[in-house]
Antibody
């Protein structure tokens, strides 16, 4: 079964760190870049970052740089999102998503997430 | 770069509605559209020029012109009531960005 299974709810105090996992199954994990997206309660989707198949290339949203680290373990088909120095504003549901991309005959590209994890709630509160 | 969407749009049952997304990056890259219902993960509805994943009804279609991408629902149904987000790659960096989302109400 093609799926992304995320770890469970986390409750953290401000200043702590959190590490959320996303385990892939049913497809060739090493063929795909992976993204992380978060959504604060009642708010929109926010792109967080991307990691390449071998785990040696990442890119992070500017506002999260310095606090966010994405890693992946190819032996267990798992990608991880670690966010440090947590603040109340980091309270959100965190999603992993599988990257797919293509381009038209003119070279114009697109990227899409057809497969998402079900989300992990991270609550930050004192 | 940013992607701008109208915060809310309404449509009468069975009528046609267009949800738009504007941003400079759309000159270079196609937008992708997602539907999200309360308490659920987003679902891909349109990608590329006008591609629908299997399982997405053909009443959903996409188009693009200059800096504007559009998602059109022809004959909106009650089950289409949801939040819709566009997404694209930033034109000047290896980053992606979502629009703020449009809440669609089907009357």
């Amino acid at each position: 079964q093609v799926q992304l299974v995320q770890s469970g709810t986390e409750v953290k105090i401000p200043g702590a760190s959190v590490k959320v996992s996303c385990k892939a199954s049913g497809f060739i994990f090493s063929n795909h870049w992976m993204h992380w997206v978060r959504q604060a309660p009642g708010q929109g989707l926010e792109w967080m970052g991307i990691i390449n198949p071998s785990g040696d290339t990442t890119s992070y949203a500017q506002r999260l740089q310095g606090r966010l680290t994405l890693t992946r373990d190819t032996s267990t088909n798992t990608v991880y999102m670690e966010l440090r120095s947590l603040r109340s504003e980091d309270t959100a549901t965190y999603y992993c998503a599988r990257d797919e991309s293509d381009q038209d005959s003119g070279g114009r590209q697109w990227w899409f997430f057809a497969l998402w994890g079900r989300g992990t709630l991270v609550a930050v509160s004192s | 770069s940013e992607l701008t969407q109208d915060p809310a749009v309404s449509v009468a049952l069975g009528q046609t509605v267009r949800i738009t997304c504007q941003g400079d990056s759309l000159r270079s890259y196609y937008a992708t559209w997602y539907q999200q219902k309360p308490g659920q993960a987003p679902v891909l509805v349109i990608y590329g020029k006008n591609n629908r994943p299997s399982g997405i009804p053909d009443r959903f279609s996409g188009s693009s012109s200059e800096i504007t991408a559009s998602l059109t629902i022809t004959g909106a149904q009650a089950e289409d009531e949801a939040d819709y987000y566009c997404k694209s790659r930033d034109s000047s960096s290896f980053q992606w960005v979502f629009g703020g989302g449009t809440k669609l109400t089907v009357l």
